[in-house]
Every structure is written in structure tokens, then in C-alpha cells.
């Protein structure tokens, strides 16, 4: 009994850890004028108050919310497209320097990004695609090294007779790609996609950069808004954090299973 | 078992993203003129309320010089920096944006910043009908970079409820000495109830604090703009003890174990109604007013052996040197500093205009909030100090800073930390 005990106890106690930042999030988003300080910041604010979600909204949030949703889907949707076909690329066909050029494109995942933030806006610049659509999503749509690994490792894991099979049913390289690899790779695609939507849902830094005008503005810039040089709308900032929260939370839910499944698939060998 | 990829399919791939990349449309982003003459300029500022109230201005402005309109951009405080330097490193920026007196070194000797002198005579203004130190903050080897905007400065901000709890009420004058004499403190003797309530809150805020006391103590902790720091001259240093002396001498302040930056727990003492006196910005005033349960008085800064000397903080508009519309630009700016535009901004409670004389709006629209200004508005009628600025300011100021969170705990001695500070802000 009381070895259940312990462990229980220490997962509920991570659980607490884990969860209190979201709890505060929660709190703080419905304190109203004041509230803030003359509360505890684990004290609910009384009555609630929705009055930061108005100065939110006020400022054009429904708008940024929009922006991030469609940028979110069109980069993700690049990124697993084009992975998917770099990936199987790598795992199945030979081409001379195949695996060099996979090391070393793997290898840029050592590079941060704000490394080559300069650069990619400088390259940007010339093709004529600051504070456009084009040069918020190219940068990052075609595939991310990350991803690309990811899938290849799983790719290989799958057996090379199955292909044989369909090869010798008269199945082309594309063919046997569609109707049988990704089938069998639906855990790792979820993951793959999964991260993907998180990533370009959080990016902030790059869309900061690059775009400008109020219309091309995403969720991360437009809560950034509100700390100002004086001080920081903190019910503001995390009104928006718990509804640019919400999307992230309910894809976890949907998809815990397949992610869970996928991860402890991929240290299979 | 597996094909080559053809050097023809690779090709027909590579070109295919090529083309891609091209699809954007070619905007360039920063200023785009439209047909039959029309220039739209970009104004890039960070303060979202004052978004609204250049609205008004720029529709002034557009009436009197139909051809030009303005497109303002609000960037969030932190990033507008990061944002700028990615920019300027593109050879590209703004066409017209705002600057502090902080970052203002860091751009002035890498010629991106437009002289406006010529800017400013052509439009009939001169630099004299603004406040002089606003003025000199943006003055770089004799060129004027930037037009004064509008200039924060210090005041004591206090709390009526404690005070009418206390039984006291706030002299027209106070005064302070390292010894430890002077009205100010008897007051905040009056106004501290155990350790729950504080008469005032000595902590790290250079701009609100300790520049102030130095300057009132007739010390200074720069000789000129550009020049030497001397954070460890006698009378820097008796006024930095007298800031400690305030917390673990006479106990009238809270300590830096609560207060020290980056908590931001000082300021919010005061709206909690733990401290009773809290000299701050008057920029803060629309922030306060919201959190405070109480009826917010202001008052000047206590004034010392050598009189009362308060710190100011201007903000700039500046134009960029190599924008595409210099012309309209310069008008643009010149709008900006007339008395049209830094009025409007004035009346509507957002800044004291820099220019002098501007602010019986500021003063009114306060009035109706039931906060007498003035006090803000005659200290900076009086004298004033700027805040310290050298080559590589923006990296030097936060280290300084960092290395004063130590003066609010109890060590180490004054002078170690004077001498550390010099160190820092000296070494090139």
C-alpha cells in the first residue's frame, strides 16, 4: 500500500506544479479593474469580470485570432507535405550524398533561429516579401529539419517487404508512398502535425519581424501589445494567452492517444 | 530498388520553389506611394494609447497636406527595439518613429537618424520654445536628431486615504538631508504603521529615485552628455546612503528583498495602499488610476541640501535618413512639434508636450479626474536633470542598474557599489 502511495503522491504533486501557471492564467484573465493588486495572485477576483476581454477585443483580437489560424494551417500543412516526401526521399531512395546531405541538413537544428534572423530578412528583402503572406509563411512551410527526422526514422521501421509487395501489384514510388507507407504511419504524422501547430501557433519572433500592418498581425504580437514601456496589462495579456490556450488544449486532448503512441513507437527500432 | 533522382526532375523541383518565392506581391513595406502623387508615410510608435490620440493628429495633418497620409505602426515595447536593429541592419526603418533618451546613443553616431535642423528653421519653429532638456537629449555633435516630443518627469504621488488616516496632510514643501533632517521625513514617520504600512518606498528606480537624489544632494552621476560617471563623488554617494538609511536605518521604505526589479512589486505596494508616498513618472498616472481604490494626490519631489532637481525623460520623433520621402517626411516632423499637434496630444491627457507652455490641456483634462497636475508641470519648469547617457548605453544601463539592486540590501558599503557602477559605466 504504501509503495502506491508515494508514487501517487509525487504524481499528483507534479500534477499541482504543472497545472498552477494555468490555474493564475485562468484567475487573472477574469480580475477586473484593480483587482489585480488588491488580490493575492491566487485569489479569485470578485464578482469576475470580463472587462479585459473587451479591452482585448477592442483592439482587434478577433482579427489576430483569424490571421493565426489561417497562417497556422497553411505553414503546418506545407510542412507535413513536404516532409513527408523529404523524409521517405531519405529513408528509401539512393541518390549519391543522400545521407551526407541528410546529416547535414539535419544539422541546422543546432543553428537558433535568431542566428539566422538577419539574413532570412535580408534574403526577405530582395525577393521583395516584407510584410507580405509569402514572406511570413515560405521561410518556414517547406519542411523543418525536426520533422523530417522524425519521419524518416519511423519510415525506415517500416518493413521494406511491404513495399516490395505493392511494387510487384505494379505500384509506382507515389502509389506505394499514399496507399501504403502513410497509412501506416498515422501516430507519427499526428506528432508530426501536432508540433507542427504548436510551433507555428506560439512562433512569435519571425512574424514580429516581418510583418507590419495591423492586418497581417498574429495572436503572439497582439498580446505582446499590451506590455507596454510603463507597465504591463497583465489581465490582458493573459485573457489572451487563455484563449490563444484553448486550440492547443482541446488538439492535445483529440489526439493524446496517437501522441503517446507514437513517441513510445519511435524508440522501438 | 529505388530510382535517381534525375538532375532534370531536381531542376524542375528547385525551379517550381523559385517561382514560389516570387508570388508575394512586391510591397516594400516601409513606404509606398501610391498613384497621382500621393504619399502614404509609416509612423512607428509602441504605446497603444497614444495610438488613439495621433489618430486626431494625423487627420489634422492630412487636412493641411492632402497628398500625404499617414500609416501608423504599433510595435510592443520590447520588440520595437529588436524589430528596429533587424530593420536597420536592411539598410530600411520607418519613415518618421519614436526614440528614448536610453536608446537614442546607440543610433545617433550610426547616421540612420535625419538632422532636422534644417527641417525645424524652414518650418519656423525654433528649439528654444521647447524644454531644453528634451531638446539636448537628442543633440548629437551640434545636429538636433530628434524633435521633442513630449517629456515625462517625477513626482510624489500619495496616498489621500492613509494620509487622512495619519491625520497629516501634504505640505506645499518638503525637505530632506543625508543627516537625516527635513519635513519629509518626519512626514513619512507619520504615515508608517509598523510593518505593514510604509511612509514611503526607497527602491531601485533610477529615473524615480536615486538620479534624483544625487542631483539634490548637488552631486551628479555624469558630468555631460557622453562624458564621465562619478557615481563615487561624495555627494552621489551620502545620497545613496540616504536611500539605504531609509530602509535600514530610520525604517520608513520596505527592502530590496521585496522590491528589487525586476518584481515590480514597489509599484505595487503602493496601488495596494502598503506605501504612502511613491514618486514615479506621470506617465504611470493612467496606469494607476484603474488599480487604486483610493484618491491619488501628487506633490513635487522632496528637495534637498541643494534644492529640488528632478529628473527628466523626453521621447524624440525621429525621421529616418534615408527614407524615400524626405521632403514629406520633414513636413511630417515639423507638424509634429507645432503647437497644433503637441496640443492636441496635451488636451487629451496622453503627455506633457515638450514644447513650452503647451500643457494647460494636460492640466485640465486631469482636473476633470480629480488629480491636480501642476506639481508635475512646475517641477519641470524648474530645474531639471537628464538622464545619464554614453556610447553603448543600452547594454551599460542595464548592468548599472542590476549592480544598484545591491544599495536596498544591506551590503555591501556604498562606495564598493559606487565604484562598481563608475566601473561599469567608464569602461569603454
Known amino acids: 500500500m504504501r509503495l502506491r502511495i508515494l508514487p501517487y503522491g509525487v504524481l499528483v504533486a507534479g500534477c499541482v506544479f504543472a497545472i498552477f501557471p494555468y490555474f493564475l492564467t485562468v484567475l487573472t484573465a477574469f480580475k477586473g479593474p484593480g483587482q489585480l493588486s488588491q488580490t493575492l495572485p491566487w485569489e479569485p477576483g470578485l464578482p469576475p469580470s470580463v472587462a479585459a476581454f473587451d479591452r482585448l477585443f477592442a483592439s482587434g483580437f478577433g482579427g489576430y485570432l483569424v490571421n493565426t489560424v489561417l497562417v497556422t494551417a497553411g505553414i503546418t500543412a506545407g510542412q507535413v507535405v513536404f516532409a513527408v516526401l523529404a523524409a521517405y526521399s531519405f529513408a528509401r531512395l539512393s541518390f549519391p550524398g543522400r ?36 514572406g511570413l509563411m515560405l521561410p518556414t512551410m517547406l519542411g523543418t529539419p525536426y520533422a523530417i527526422f522524425l ?7 517500416i518493413p521494406a517487404d511491404l513495399e516490395d509487395a ?69 489581465n490582458a495579456v493573459m485573457a489572451g494567452s487563455l484563449i490563444a490556450l484553448v486550440p492547443l488544449l482541446v488538439l492535445f486532448v483529440v489526439f493524446q492517444r496517437f501522441i503517446v503512441r507514437s513517441v513510445a513507437v519511435t524508440g522501438l527500432k | 530498388m529505388s530510382q535517381k533522382l534525375s538532375r532534370r526532375t531536381f531542376l524542375i523541383g528547385a525551379g517550381s520553389a523559385l517561382a514560389l518565392a516570387g508570388c508575394g506581391s512586391s510591397n516594400d513595406g516601409a513606404s509606398s506611394g501610391g498613384g497621382g502623387g500621393k504619399v502614404e508615410l509609416v509612423y512607428r510608435l509602441w504605446d497603444e494609447q497614444q495610438e488613439v490620440g495621433y489618430k486626431a493628429v494625423f487627420a489634422a495633418f492630412t487636412a493641411e497636406n492632402p497628398n500625404i497620409t499617414v500609416r501608423m505602426e504599433v510595435l510592443p515595447w520590447d520588440q520595437y527595439w529588436t524589430k528596429l536593429t533587424t530593420e536597420l541592419a536592411g539598410g530600411k526603418a520607418p519613415d518618421v518613429f519614436w526614440l528614448t533618451v536610453e ?58 486615504d492613509l494620509f487622512a488616516k495619519a491625520g497629516v496632510t501634504m505640505p506645499a514643501e518638503l525637505t530632506w538631508a543625508p543627516d537625516g533632517s527635513g ?49 563615487a563623488g561624495q555627494k552621489s554617494i551620502e545620497a545613496m546612503q540616504w536611500a539605504r538609511d531609509l ?120 482636473k476633470k479626474k480629480g488629480i491636480d497636475v501642476q506639481p508635475f508641470l512646475d517641477s519641470a519648469a524648474g530645474s531639471t536633470v537628464n538622464m545619464p547617457i554614453a556610447e553603448g548605453w543600452t547594454a551599460k544601463v542595464a548592468e548599472i542598474n542590476k549592480a544598484m539592486n545591491d544599495l536596498y540590501l544591506d551590503k555591501p558599503e556604498v562606495a564598493a557599489i559606487a565604484a562598481t557602477m563608475d566601473k561599469i559605466g567608464n569602461d569603454k
Not at chain 1, 541528410?102 to 525577393?127: A, E
Not at chain 2, 519635513?183 to 509598523?194: E, I, N, P, Q, Y
Not at chain 2, 538620479?211 to 555624469?222: C, E, F, Q, R, T
Open chain 1, 99 to 134: 545521407d551526407a546531405l541528410f546529416w547535414v541538413y539535419l544539422s541546422t537544428l543546432m543553428v537558433p533561429p535568431v542566428v539566422t534572423m538577419i539574413p532570412l530578412y535580408l534574403m526577405m528583402q530582395k525577393l521583395g516579401l516584407v510584410d507580405t503572406w509569402a
Open chain 1, 151 to 157: 519521419l524518416r526514422q519511423f519510415f525506415r521501421s
Open chain 1, 166 to 234: 505493392a511494387r510487384i501489384d505494379g505500384a509506382g514510388r507515389v502509389r506505394t508512398l499514399v496507399s501504403i507507407v502513410l497509412p501506416l504511419s498515422k501516430p507519427i504524422l499526428v506528432t508530426v502535425t501536432t508540433l507542427a501547430v504548436v510551433a507555428n501557433w506560439n512562433s512569435f519572433l519571425w512574424p514580429l519581424i516581418i510583418t507590419s500592418s495591423e492586418d497581417k498581425r498574429l495572436l503572439s504580437v497582439g498580446i505582446a501589445l499590451f506590455k507596454s514601456e510603463i507597465g504591463v496589462d497583465y
Open chain 2, 103 to 160: 536608446n537614442f546613443p546607440d543610433l545617433a553616431g550610426k547616421g540612420v537618424l535625419a538632422p532636422l535642423d534644417d527641417v525645424i528653421s524652414k518650418a519656423g519653429l525654433t528649439l528654444d520654445s521647447y524644454h531644453p532638456n528634451v531638446v539636448q537629449s537628442y543633440k548629437f555633435e551640434d545636429k538636433q536628431l530628434g524633435m521633442p516630443k513630449d517629456l515625462g518627469i517625477v513626482g510624489l504621488l500619495y496616498n489621500k
Open chain 2, 183 to 231: 519635513s519629509f521625513m518626519d512626514l513619512a514617520r507619520k504615515l508608517t504603521v509598523g510593518d505593514k504600512q510604509w511612509g514611503f518606498c526607497s527602491w531601485n528606480h533610477s529615473q524615480t529615485q536615486w538620479l534624483n537624489w544625487i542631483a539634490s544632494n548637488g552631486g551628479h552621476a555624469m558630468d555631460k552628455p557622453y562624458g564621465t560617471f562619478d557615481f
Open chain 2, 247 to 366: 530602509i535600514f536605518k530610520w525604517h520608513l521604505s520596505p527592502d530590496g528583498t521585496r522590491t528589487n526589479p525586476p518584481t515590480g512589486q514597489a509599484t505595487e505596494m503602493f496601488y495596494r495602499g502598503e506605501v504612502a508616498m511613491f514618486p514615479a513618472n506621470n506617465a504611470l498616472l493612467p496606469f494607476a488610476l484603474p488599480e487604486v481604490k483610493f484618491p491619488i494626490g501628487v506633490a513635487a519631489m522632496p528637495s534637498g541640501p541643494s534644492g529640488r532637481t528632478v529628473v527628466i525623460n523626453g521621447l524624440a520623433e525621429v525621421m529616418f535618413a534615408k527614407t524615400k520621402h524626405p521632403d514629406e517626411a520633414g513636413k511630417l516632423v515639423a507638424f509634429l512639434g507645432s503647437e497644433k499637434a503637441q496640443k492636441l496630444m496635451g488636451d487629451a491627457g496622453y503627455v506633457i508636450p515638450a514644447l513650452n507652455d503647451a500643457g494647460a490641456g494636460y492640466t485640465a483634462y486631469w
